[in-house]
């Protein structure tokens, strides 16, 4: 059975997440039932170089950051400790007419 399951608009790989809480799962608790985290894009790497460094100057509490192969992503941790993400997808090159 899938633990995990991504929904698209169609434009991108998923725009909602959605993952299967184990059995015991205690809500409000990290890493269980919930919201895993709201995502947004930027347009570039060095944009998303640009926030990364917007967010450690205002001692954002950055969780990780991971190379998706498909995005580069910070994930990061508001005030009331909600991840977020901020995506840049690489640019693919437009095919010669």
């Known amino acids: 059975m899938a633990r995990a399951l991504f929904l698209t608009c ?14 015991d799962a205690q809500p409000l608790q990290r890493g ?4 895993n985290h709201f995502a947004f894009k930027v347009e570039s790497y060095s944009a998303l170089q640009e926030a990364h460094k917007r967010l450690v100057a205002t001692n954002a509490t950055i969780d990780h950051i991971v190379d998706h192969g498909m995005t580069r992503s910070v994930y990061f941790l508001d005030r009331m400790a909600s991840k977020w993400s901020c995506s840049a997808i690489p640019s693919i090159p437009k095919p010669r007419a």
């Open 10 to 23: 169609g434009i991108v790989h998923h725009n909602l997440a959605l993952f299967k809480a184990p059995a």
């Open 32 to 35: 269980q039932i919930g919201l």
